[in-house]
Nanobody, 114 residues
Framework: QVQLVESGGGLVQAGGSLSLSCAASGIIFSINAMGWYRQAPGKQRELVAQITHDGSTSYAESVKGRFTISRDSAKNTLQMNSLKAEDTAVYYC??????????WGKGTLVTVSS
């Protein structure tokens, strides 16, 4: 079993910054990718950022240039700058291990006030 513990959500004013962290624990032999998804009220969950085992990163177009994902072993950090009201959502940490096993965190709320 794999557990993901997220931290760092909260309330911030537009233009501000927040950092989200996610730590994975459990029986993990290989990490294929770690990332963050978000789901705003009434919308589908969407990929925000992902970092693969070799350090390659990908971002949603809406956050490029503002968000940065990094990883250190089984922990990853999403640095979010220049936050906008439309970034308000529940952010979920995701990990893909052993080729195809997907695990999710419980989610952390990010609220950006305009």
């Amino acid at each position: 079993q794999v557990q993901l513990v997220e931290s760092g959500g909260g309330l911030v004013q537009a233009g501000g910054s927040l950092s989200l962290s996610c730590a994975a624990s459990g029986i993990i032999f290989s990490i294929n990718a770690m990332g963050w998804y978000r789901q705003a009220p009434g919308k589908q969950r969407e990929l925000v950022a992902q970092i693969t085992h070799d350090g390659s990163t990908s971002y949603a177009e809406s956050v490029k240039g503002r968000f940065t994902i990094s990883r250190d072993s089984a922990k990853n950090t999403l640095q979010m700058n220049s936050l906008k009201a439309e970034d308000t959502a529940v952010y979920y940490c995701n990990i893909i291990i052993h080729g195809s096993l997907n695990y999710w965190g419980k989610g952390t709320l990010v609220t950006v006030s305009s």
